[in-house]
């Protein structure tokens, strides 16, 4: 494994990935904090479809991670990356992550 793809990972094992944990506290978050008065019904569809996203990316660059990141010399640029989650997933990702 190259040291800038183990670098990668560490951040992302470390922080940055979005658990299925913290989608259910934000999820959570939103219904406790609801209310007619403060936030208009599109803002707080946004933000839990967001929440979704940023859940989904990170489960696509764990799936990256636990399979390609571990050979000798993977090719993990950005680009890369992207166009395998176009082609695996359907989808090329959250800029959050």
């Known amino acids: 494994m190259r040291n800038k793809t ?3 990972m ?6 940055r990935c979005y658990t299925a944990e913290k989608l259910e506290k934000d999820y959570l978050a939103e219904v406790a904090n609801y209310s007619n008065d403060r936030w208009e019904a599109p803002q707080r569809a946004a933000r839990l479809a967001a929440s979704v996203k940023r859940y989904k990316t990170s489960e696509m660059l764990r799936f990256i991670f636990a ?14 990356v992207r166009r395998l989650c176009k082609a695996l997933f359907g989808r090329t990702g959250s800029q959050w992550l």
């Open 6 to 8: 183990r670098e990668a």
């Open 67 to 80: 399979t390609i990141a571990y050979d000798p010399d993977p090719d993990l640029t950005p680009l890369t």
């Open 10 to 15: 560490r951040l992302f094992l470390g922080g």
